[in-house]
């Protein structure tokens, strides 16, 4: 209301500033045909029919602007009203997508920030976890070792044990049939005939 005011008491100055303009102009033409001539301002009918009323003029033109301003002005401030409350609402909905948005980013590098820390948790996992394979296998490979050279040493020892058994049992075949070589070479004829006789007499007895 202020505001229209302080419209409408500009408006009336400029009128009043256009038409003292006008009166002025009207007075000087008069004095160039050489007679004096005063403005007329309030004066009505068909004598005022060259110079038209000015004060009243005035006062149609500060009505009409009157009302115009009264009324567009109320059209005009709702229109900045909504246009300012449009605004205010697309301000706030960009902040607030604008916090979204700052929200979502911060959330992403927590993700990531968490994420890194998996994969080097992961990392370290993986590595202890190789480290225990590979000393298993280790010590897997070594138990195998020491199991193929305990194997290979209990095959040769048998194997040697069976060589000894079969080397003594060659070496008391070749005893024996050496020593009935050489009996047979010793006995004569007479000493097989006693040696029978005496064993079959053994045998019957």
């Given at each position: 209301?202020?505001?229209?005011?302080?419209?409408?008491?500009?408006?009336?100055?400029?009128?009043?500033l256009t038409l003292t303009g006008v009166a002025r102009a009207a007075g000087g033409g008069d004095a160039d045909h050489g007679a004096p001539h005063v403005a007329n301002w309030w004066g009505m009918g068909a004598e005022y029919a060259e110079t038209p009323a000015l004060g009243w003029l005035a006062c149609t033109f500060v009505v009409f602007v009157?009302?115009?301003?009264?009324?567009?002005?109320?059209?005009?401030?709702?229109?900045?009203?909504?246009?300012?409350?449009?605004?205010?609402?697309?301000?706030?909905?960009?902040?607030?997508?604008?916090?979204?948005?700052?929200?979502?980013?911060?959330?992403?590098?927590?993700?990531?920030?968490?994420?890194?820390?998996?994969?080097?948790?992961?990392?370290?996992?993986?590595?202890?976890?190789?480290?225990?394979?590979?000393?298993?296998?280790?010590?897997?490979?070594?138990?195998?070792?020491?199991?193929?050279?305990?194997?290979?040493?209990?095959?040769?020892?048998?194997?040697?044990?069976?060589?000894?058994?079969?080397?003594?049992?060659?070496?008391?075949?070749?005893?024996?049939?050496?020593?009935?070589?050489?009996?047979?070479?010793?006995?004569?004829?007479?000493?097989?005939?006693?040696?029978?006789?005496?064993?079959?007499?053994?045998?019957?007895?």
């Amino acid at each position: 209301m202020k505001n229209t005011t302080v419209l409408l008491a500009r408006l009336s100055a400029v009128v009043a500033l256009t038409l003292t303009g006008v009166a002025r102009a009207a007075g000087g033409g008069d004095a160039d045909h050489g007679a004096p001539h005063v403005a007329n301002w309030w004066g009505m009918g068909a004598e005022y029919a060259e110079t038209p009323a000015l004060g009243w003029l005035a006062c149609t033109f500060v009505v009409f602007v009157a009302l115009l301003v009264y009324f567009g002005a109320r059209q005009l401030r709702e229109h900045l009203e909504t246009r300012a409350d449009a605004v205010e609402k697309a301000i706030a909905e960009a902040t607030k997508a604008k916090e979204a948005a700052l929200a979502r980013a911060r959330d992403a590098e927590a993700k990531l920030a968490a994420l890194d820390g998996e994969v080097k948790k992961m990392k370290a996992d993986f590595e202890v976890q190789g480290k225990a394979e590979a000393e298993r296998i280790e010590a897997a490979a070594a138990e195998l070792a020491k199991k193929v050279a305990r194997d290979t040493e209990d095959m040769v020892t048998a194997e040697m044990e069976r060589a000894r058994e079969a080397l003594r049992a060659e070496a008391a075949r070749l005893a024996l049939q050496l020593a009935e070589d050489r009996i047979k070479q010793l006995l004569t004829p007479s000493d097989d005939s006693r040696l029978r006789g005496s064993l079959v007499r053994d045998l019957q007895a």
